[in-house]
């Protein structure tokens, strides 16, 4: 791993990030890069007096060095290894693995200091995606790394990145299988279970990062009238059919959503009347519904916003769709809303909730405010790893 690491000297005065342990080395904070480097090569970054910073994977693009270990210009042979059973033994103190709960976030990129990289647990499988060109090189070093854990169990290893490395690196990935092969696609989540749909489905199959959330959303569900927008698998609702709702509806724009939702429904609660699902467009179903039918209400939208100049239009997105959900629901009911846009804070996100809340005229007040959980770890020296933002309202 270690052999002919070229070095990359930074601008002076550039290296202040690297000292505050940030993984992100930036093309403008380059002085002098070595001839004959290629992306995902691993490289030595140095300060202007040539004062090792770290050691990392090279790419092109705005970002040109994610830092994998600081000071050293080496990585040791073990290294995925090392860092792999770190975040296992994480996810063993937090409880994660119980016989009622076999899927989680197993590496989360920066949070788990392997900067590109994304690895969630469903059972004996694990799915992988590569944000990097590093670590789409590394991906069977990283496969084989993952079968050998202590305890872990993990027969099969799915590697899904070709929609999410960089298109100017031109590696030309293939989603498929690295270790083992298709053994079924049932997890298991606090008790419940789920089709995880790992080949074609959205991110890894399944969001992972909504577990507590959806936890919290069982104990407001008995007895109410239970919307669920956005449901991609029907998580929210699943959750909210065990905590007793009275009717559940999930909308989704998606024809293949829908049945995926319908499927893991049928998988929980079989032959359960309680629960219709609608292949439809959110913001068209919001305008045409009733008013004061729901009284629970999710709004889990895609991210409005995917990088810094959408941050305007964003805004606007979730305070139209907070609006309308305001001037629908029943007086007393509850509201959960989320922003999993990486570019609006959580300042942001608040301001344009409550930003809706006036134009509908409604009195709001705050039960709780969420986050992603502790399987999606944050670096205190890389705050942008915080993209999941939610609140849960209470609606006079």
């Known amino acids: 791993m270690n052999k002919e690491i070229k070095k990359i000297y930074l601008k002076p005065g550039k290296e202040e990030s690297a000292l505050r342990r940030h993984p992100w080395i930036f093309s403008g904070a380059i002085a002098t890069e070595p001839e004959g480097i290629n992306e995902g090569d691993l490289v030595s970054v140095s300060d202007s007096k040539g004062r090792t910073l770290g050691v990392g994977h090279y790419q092109i693009g705005s970002i040109k060095v994610r830092i994998l270990e600081f000071g050293t210009d080496t990585l040791p042979e073990d290294f995925f290894y090392q860092r792999l059973l770190s975040a296992w033994n994480l996810r063993e103190a937090l409880g994660l693995l119980r016989p009622d709960n ?6 989360h990129g920066e949070g788990d200091f392997l900067p590109g990289l994304i690895v969630d647990i469903y059972g004996d499988t694990a799915v992988m995606q590569a944000h990097s060109p590093g670590m789409h090189h590394s991906r069977r070093k990283i496969a084989e790394a993952l079968t050998l854990l202590p305890d872990a169990r993990i027969r099969n290893v799915y590697y899904k990145s070709e929609t999410t490395l960089p298109y100017m690196a031109h590696l030309e990935p293939e989603n498929g299988y690295l270790i083992g092969s298709y053994q079924g696609n049932v997890a298991t989540e606090n008790g419940l279970q789920f089709n995880i749909d790992w080949l074609k489905g959205q991110k890894t199959g399944f969001f992972v990062d909504q577990r507590e959330n959806r936890a919290l959303l069982e104990k407001f569900a008995n007895g109410r009238t239970v919307l669920n927008m956005f449901c991609y698998t029907g998580g929210f609702s699943v959750y909210a059919m065990r905590g007793g709702a009275l009717s559940v509806e999930s909308v989704d724009s998606s024809a293949k959503a829908a049945a995926l939702t319908d499927a893991n429904i049928a998988l929980n609660f ?9 292949a439809e467009d959110a913001f068209k179903f919001l305008a045409d519904m009733p008013s004061d039918h729901y009284d629970l ?14 941050i305007k239009n964003g805004l606007v ?60 770890p944050i670096d205190f020296s890389h705050p942008e790893g915080e993209y999941l933002k939610g609140l849960v309202l209470e609606v006079e």
Do not use: W
């Open 102 to 107: 076999d899927c989680f976030r197993l590496v």
């Open 270 to 278: 079989p032959s359960d009347k309680r629960h219709t699902t609608h």
């Open 297 to 310: 209400i999710i709004l889990d939208p895609p991210a409005f916003a995917k990088h810094r100049g959408a």
């Open 317 to 376: 997105g979730y305070r139209k769709l907070n609006a309308k959900a305001f001037e629908k629901i029943k007086a007393g009911g509850i509201l959960f809303t989320f922003s999993c846009s990486q570019a609006i804070t959580r300042d942001m996100f608040r301001m344009a909730v409550f930003t809706a809340a006036a134009k509908a005229g409604r009195k709001v007040r705050i039960l709780h405010q969420l986050s992603q959980p502790a399987d999606h």
